[in-house]
C-alpha cells in the first residue's frame, strides 16, 4: 500500500514542481527529509486579497493510504481566515475531508488552498471569531488579514496604526503575538484587547 | 361520583377535536384496565381508532427484515426492468418510495439514472496505449485491468479494490462514489463485489449496506436498546410510542428517542441539548429538600406524590410552588404556569438573561421533578408487591384482588410520563390562545396526576372504587390533552 502512495508522490512530485506551474499558480512543493510522507508546501497568496504578496507555508503529511485517503494539510504560517484556525492553522476545507477522491493530487489540493484564501466560506468556519468579525465587519476583517499576511508571510503592506497599537500593548508588557491575537479579536480596540488578555 | 367526572370531562375538552365519541371510549378504558399486564407501562388497547397514541407496528429479525427488502428490491426489478443493484439504489437514494421511482423512470430512465448518480452523459476514457497509465496509482497497466462504472473514469482493478477497502473502513458502502475528481457517480454493488477480494470486508460491506438499508428505509428502524437486534416495522413514519417486546424499550418510532409526546422529536432533540448544557446551573439551584411553607421545618421528598403534608405542622402544601394545597384543585390551579414578566421587552439584557434562566429553570425544575417523581413511584411499586405478597400470605384476599393498586400506578407512571414531556413542549410555545390552553389542560393533567399519586401511596385506606374512579379521571385528562396537542 505505501508503495502505491510513494510512486504516486514522486509523480506528482515532478507534476507539481514543474517550473512553468510554479510561474503561473506561484505554488511550490518540497521534501522535508529523505521520506515522501512528510513534505512541505507554499501558496502565493492570490492578487486582490489580504493575502496578496504573502508566502503561506503548509505542512504536508501523507498517510500510507494515500491517495484513497486526503493528505493532512496545515498552515504553518499563521494566518488570518475564517476557515483556517489563527492558533494552530488546522483547515476545513471539503476536499481534505470527504469530498477528496482518489484521483485529486497535491496540485489540486493546493490549487484549491489558495482558491480558499480567495473566496472564504464564513458559513462553515473553523475560526469562529475571525468567521464573525468577517460577516459583521467586513472592513476590519480585511485590514486585520492584510496585517497579518505582512507580520507572517512577508506580505508588502504597512498598516501603521494597527502596528502603533500593537507597540503600544507591547510597551503595557505584553507579547507581541499575544498582543496582535487579542488586539484583531477585539477589532483593534486596544482597551478590550488589555482586559482581554489580562482575564486570561 | 362518575357521573361529576363525565361532566367535568366535557367541560374540558369543549372547542377541542375530541367531537362525539365520550361514551364509547370510556367502556374501552374500562376493558383497558383489566386485560393488561401489571408490570407493563402500556395500557393502550391498540385497535382504538380514536386513541392518538395508537400506531401499528410488528418487531422483524434481520432475517425477516431482508426478506422484506428483497422483496421490494424485486418488485422494483420486475417493473422497471433494471438490475438488483440498481433497484437497490434507486430505493435508497429516494427514500423507498416506489411509486415516485416509477413514475420518474417511466418518464424518462436516462435523466432520472443521471440525476440519481446512476449514469452519466459523459463519454467513457479512452485509453491510450499498449499499456495505459493508471491515474490513481501511476503504473503502467493492461488495458483488460482498466475498469469503470457508469461515469467511464477509468481505473485499474488494484485501485478500485483499494479504494473500495478505504471506505468500508470508514464505514461507508452504499455511497462509495467514483475515484475521479468531482464525480459523485455511485458505485453499485455488484461491482464492489465483483472487485473486492478479502473475504472479511466483503462480509463488512454486506453488513454495513444491509445497516444502511435499514437506516434509510422510513417504515424500519433499528431497536435502539442495549444489545438488541429486533427491527421494528411500522406501517408509517410516525412519532409515535414503540414499545419493544424483546428488550423492553419504550421509544419514539421517528427519532428513536424516548418517547416523548406531546413534544414532536426536533423541540425534544433541543430541549434535551439545552438540559444537557445548562443542567449544572439547574442542579446547583434546585436543592433537594424544601421547607414547609408554615412551620419551616426542612422536608425531604420520598414519594412521587407533590401534594405534600408537613410531617411536623400536618399543612397541606404542594411541593413545586409551596403553595396551599387546597388551591390546587379548584380552577385556579396555576402551579404549572409559568407567570413571564409583561415588560420585559423595556429591560436591560442583565435582566432579560436572568429572566431567560429564570423561565429556564421553572420547566427544567417540573421536568426534572417528574422524572424523579417517576422513580420514587417505582419504589412506591415494590412497596406494593411487598405488602400485597404479605396481604395474600395472610389470607387477606387474593393475588387477583390486589391487581388494580398495580394498573393503578402503571397507569400513574404512564400519565406521569406524558406529563413530563409537556414541559418542554410548553417551554417551546409561543405566547397567545393556544399556550392558555396548553397550559389549561397541563394543569388539569397535573392536578389528576398528584391526586392519583396521593391515592396511590394510601393505597390501602383509599376506597378501590374511588381509585379506579381517579384512575379514570387521570387517563382521561390525559387523552385530551393528546388529542389536541399531540401532531403527527
Known amino acids: ?200 | 361520583m362518575s357521573g361529576e367526572v363525565s361532566r367535568q370531562m366535557s367541560h374540558v375538552s369543549e372547542g377541542s377535536a375530541m367531537g362525539s365519541d365520550g361514551n364509547s371510549s370510556e367502556d374501552l378504558d374500562e376493558d383497558d384496565y383489566y386485560m393488561d399486564n401489571y408490570d407493563d407501562l402500556d395500557l393502550d388497547c391498540p385497535s382504538k381508532a380514536d386513541d392518538p397514541e395508537y400506531f401499528e407496528y410488528e418487531p422483524l429479525q434481520v432475517i425477516d427484515a431482508e426478506r422484506m427488502l428483497n422483496e421490494e428490491i424485486e418488485t422494483l426489478c420486475t417493473t422497471l426492468k433494471v438490475n438488483p443493484s440498481t433497484a437497490k439504489m434507486l430505493l435508497f437514494g429516494h427514500n423507498w418510495n416506489k411509486e415516485e421511482i416509477i413514475d420518474n423512470y417511466q418518464r424518462d430512465p436516462q435523466g432520472f439514472l443521471i440525476e440519481s448518480n446512476l449514469a452519466s452523459r459523459r463519454k467513457p476514457d479512452r485509453l491510450v496505449g499498449a499499456k495505459p497509465v493508471c491515474s490513481v496509482c501511476c503504473r503502467e497497466v493492461n488495458p483488460d485491468r482498466f475498469l469503470s462504472v457508469a461515469c467511464g473514469h477509468m481505473f485499474c482493478r488494484e485501485c478500485w479494490d483499494m479504494h473500495f477497502q478505504t471506505q468500508i473502513q470508514d464505514g461507508i458502502t452504499t455511497g462509495i462514489e467514483c475515484m475521479a475528481k468531482e464525480c459523485s457517480i455511485l458505485v453499485p454493488e455488484d461491482f464492489v463485489y465483483e472487485i473486492l477480494t478479502q473475504p472479511k470486508l466483503r462480509d463488512k460491506y454486506s453488513k454495513f449496506s444491509f445497516n444502511d438499508l435499514i437506516k434509510s428505509h422510513p417504515r424500519l428502524r433499528f431497536c435502539p436498546g442495549i444489545d438488541c437486534a429486533v427491527i421494528i416495522k411500522a406501517k408509517e413514519c410516525k412519532a409515535k410510542k414503540v414499545e419493544c417486546e424483546a428488550c423492553g424499550a419504550v421509544y419514539c418510532f421517528k427519532c428513536g428517542l424516548n418517547y416523548h409526546a406531546p413534544t414532536d422529536c426536533a423541540v425534544v432533540k433541543k430541549w434535551l441539548t439545552k438540559c444537557e448544557d445548562d443542567s449544572e446551573t439547574a442542579n446547583y439551584i434546585s436543592a433537594h429538600t424544601k421547607d414547609c411553607p408554615r412551620c419551616h421545618v426542612c422536608i425531604e421528598k420520598n414519594g412521587g406524590c407533590n401534594h405534600m403534608q408537613c410531617p411536623s405542622c400536618k399543612c397541606d402544601f404542594c411541593w413545586m410552588c409551596l403553595g396551599d394545597w387546597n388551591n390546587h384543585g379548584s380552577e385556579y390551579y396555576e402551579c404549572s404556569r409559568y407567570k413571564e414578566n409583561p415588560n420585559i421587552a423595556h429591560e436591560s439584557m442583565h435582566v432579560q438573561a436572568r429572566e431567560a434562566l429564570k423561565k429556564y429553570l421553572f420547566y427544567y425544575g417540573r421536568w426534572e421533578n417528574h422524572a424523579r417523581s417517576l422513580q420514587l413511584e417505582e419504589i412506591t411499586r415494590e412497596n406494593i408487591q411487598t405488602r400485597t405478597q404479605k396481604k395474600v400470605m395472610n389470607n387477606e384476599g387474593t393475588w387477583i384482588d390486589w391487581q388494580y393498586l398495580f394498573h393503578a400506578v402503571a397507569l400513574l407512571k404512564k400519565c406521569r410520563y406524558t406529563l413530563q414531556y409537556t414541559y418542554p413542549y410548553a417551554y417551546y410555545m409561543d405566547k397567545g390562545s393556544r399556550k392558555e390552553l396548553f397550559e389549561y389542560q397541563q394543569s388539569q393533567l397535573e392536578s389528576e396526576v398528584e391526586n392519583l399519586s396521593w391515592k396511590v401511596e394510601r393505597a390501602e385506606i383509599v376506597d378501590r372504587g374511588e381509585l379506579e374512579n381517579q384512575m379514570d379521571i387521570a387517563e382521561k385528562r390525559r387523552q385530551t390533552l393528546l388529542k389536541d396537542f399531540l401532531e403527527v
Open chain 1, 1 to 200: 500500500m505505501a508503495n502505491i502512495a510513494e510512486q504516486r508522490i514522486k509523480r506528482e512530485f515532478k507534476e507539481v514542481v514543474r517550473s512553468d506551474e510554479v510561474a503561473a499558480c506561484n505554488i511550490k512543493v518540497e521534501l522535508v527529509n529523505d521520506t515522501v510522507t512528510e513534505l512541505r508546501g507554499e501558496i502565493g497568496g492570490p492578487p486582490d486579497t489580504a493575502y496578496e504578496g504573502g508566502k503561506f507555508k503548509l505542512e504536508i503529511n501523507i498517510p500510507e493510504t494515500y491517495p484513497f485517503n486526503p493528505p493532512q494539510v496545515k498552515f504553518v504560517t499563521k494566518i488570518w481566515h475564517p476557515n483556517i484556525s489563527s492558533v494552530t492553522g488546522a483547515i476545513c476545507l471539503d476536499i481534505l475531508k470527504d469530498q477528496w477522491a482518489a484521483a485529486m493530487t497535491l496540485r489540486t489540493v493546493l490549487l484549491s488552498l489558495q482558491a480558499l484564501l480567495a473566496a472564504a466560506e464564513p458559513d462553515d468556519p473553523q475560526d469562529a471569531v475571525v468567521a464573525q468579525q468577517y460577516k459583521d465587519n467586513n472592513d476590519i476583517f480585511q485590514r486585520t488579514a492584510r496585517h497579518w499576511t505582512t507580520a507572517y508571510a512577508q506580505g508588502p503592506t504597512k498598516d501603521k496604526e494597527l502596528e502603533d497599537k500593537i507597540g503600544n500593548m507591547k510597551s503595557m508588557g505584553f507579547d507581541e503575538h499575544k498582543a496582535r491575537v487579542a488586539l484583531s479579536t477585539k477589532d483593534w480596540d486596544v482597551t478590550k484587547a488589555a482586559e482581554y488578555l489580562i482575564g486570561q
